[in-house]
Nanobody, 120 residues
Framework: QVQLVESGGGLVQAGGSLRVSCVAS????????MGWFRQAPGKEREFVGT????????YYADSVKGRFAISREYGKNTCILQMNSLQPEDTAVYYC?????????????WGQGTQVTVSS
């Protein structure tokens, strides 16, 4: 089992920045990837980006490329989503998710989510 806890969401004006963290605990020795997703009201959950835990390689959705950055603090089992140049359309609940290979799903464990609101 892996537990994920996000923190750091909030309210920011358009053009501003926010940093969201995800701390993993439990059987983290089998962490392969950490992904970030978001879901806006009335919309489906959307992929934001992912990081390969061992190498730090990242991949982003086109909608956030160049504005968002994912990093990890390897020894602290912490994943960071740095969001810059935020726009109102980035308003959503942001979730981190862990790929540990425990199931056939792409991501096996999910955090509870943290609200990010961008005002115009």
């Amino acid at each position: 089992q892996v537990q994920l806890v996000e923190s750091g969401g909030g309210l920011v004006q358009a053009g501003g920045s926010l940093r969201v963290s995800c701390v993993a605990s439990g059987r983290t020795f089998r962490m392969y990837h950490m992904g970030w997703f978001r879901q806006a009201p009335g919309k489906e959950r959307e992929f934001v980006g992912t990081i390969t835990w061992s190498s730090g390689n990242t991949y982003y959705a086109d909608s956030v490329k160049g504005r968002f950055a994912i990093s990890r603090e390897y020894g602290k089992n912490t994943c960071i989503l740095q969001m810059n140049s935020l726009q109102p359309e980035d308003t959503a609940v942001y979730y981190c998710a862990a790929d540990t290979g425990a199931t056939t799903a792409a991501y096996d464990y999910w955090g509870q989510g943290t609200q990010v609101t961008v005002s115009s």
